[in-house]
């Protein structure tokens, strides 16, 4: 297979903590410093959340314009992807950061239940996000929990109200969603496949399911998602170093599998993403 592999790093998300890990970066200056270390080890996009001094999350757009300034200057052509994901705000707030046109942003398109709550996303919600996106030519990655959001994706993108080429992320592994479940897992690429052929996908495991899910996905054909949102450790007596050093690992295992990483030049191409210069 010699399809290039495209890396996503989950830099910081809304849950982890210094006290959790160390190297989990919360500042903007952190956060900018370990996405050039993960750009450097083969990650070409960076999904990014923001937060505030104290840890808690944000949806501040101007901490988002700050970041995005940051990553495009310390890594050019990066990708980036910002999150509208309920963690960090209500409502409207979610898509606050969104007339900063980045190259993409996270979209969940239907509900579901998380560890201690449910995950809302109302049909306007996600109505008014996509017409965002649309409005200022952001591609938006589809963060499927549940197989009703594939379809859900699918369906909003053949109806043309998903900007931009179909991009479904399998999110597997999050307490009360879908577990890490390899049979799932080939359902979910299958109904890719017959569904949406001209699409690409990708998928992400959360805790000791990240390493799975980063190896089916690569030897799948597929592309993945790994970094410190997601997953906090190497393996069970082992904090993870740095984003960059997860990013390795997935790095490995398409060398494992005789896949290219793909540049951030190969990632624009096959996700549809608009040129830039380096």
């Known amino acids: 297979m010699t399809k290039p592999c495209i890396i996503c790093v989950a830099i910081t998300g809304s849950v982890p903590k210094k006290a959790n890990n160390p190297a989990v970066p919360i500042t903007v200056a952190e956060q900018i410093e370990s996405t050039h270390e993960a750009f450097e080890a083969g990650a070409s996009i960076a999904h990014c959340h923001v937060r505030n001094d104290d840890e808690s999350t944000s949806s501040d757009p101007e901490k988002f314009a700050a970041l995005k300034e940051g990553i495009e200057t310390h890594c050019p052509g990066m990708i980036v992807q910002l999150s509208t994901g309920g963690r960090s705000g209500a409502g409207a707030e979610r898509g606050g950061m969104l007339p900063l046109s980045p190259d993409m942003a996270s979209l969940s398109v239907g509900s579901n239940n998380f560890p201690t709550r449910v995950y809302e996303n109302s049909?306007?919600?996600?109505?008014?996000?996509?017409?965002?996106?649309?409005?200022?030519?952001?591609?938006?990655?589809?963060?499927?929990?549940?197989?009703?959001?594939?379809?859900?994706?699918?369906?909003?993108?053949?109806?043309?109200?998903?900007?931009?080429?179909?991009?479904?992320?399998?999110?597997?592994?999050?307490?009360?969603?879908?577990?890490?479940?390899?049979?799932?897992?080939?359902?979910?690429?299958?109904?890719?496949?017959?569904?949406?052929?001209?699409?690409?996908?990708?998928?992400?495991?959360?805790?000791?399911?990240?390493?799975?899910?980063?190896?089916?996905?690569?030897?799948?054909?597929?592309?993945?998602?790994?970094?410190?949102?997601?997953?906090?450790?190497?393996?069970r007596e082992t904090l993870a170093p740095s984003n960059a050093a997860l990013v390795k690992r997935a790095a490995e295992l398409c060398e494992k599998y005789e896949r290219p990483v793909a540049t951030w030049q190969q990632a624009r191409d096959i996700l549809g993403l608009r040129h830039v210069s380096a």
């Open 123 to 235: 049909p306007d919600l996600v109505a008014w996000l996509s017409s965002e996106m649309q409005k200022y030519q952001v591609t938006p990655e589809v963060e499927a929990f549940d197989l009703s959001h594939i379809l859900q994706a699918i369906r909003m993108h053949g109806e043309g109200r998903l900007y931009g080429k179909l991009y479904v992320q399998f999110v597997m592994g999050v307490k009360n969603a879908m577990p890490v479940d390899r049979a799932v897992f080939d359902f979910y690429v299958e109904t890719m496949k017959t569904r949406a052929p001209e699409a690409e996908w990708c998928a992400a495991g959360v805790g000791p399911g990240q390493i799975v899910v980063n190896e089916w996905a690569i030897a799948a054909g597929g592309h993945t998602r790994t970094g410190l949102e997601d997953n906090m450790r190497l393996d």
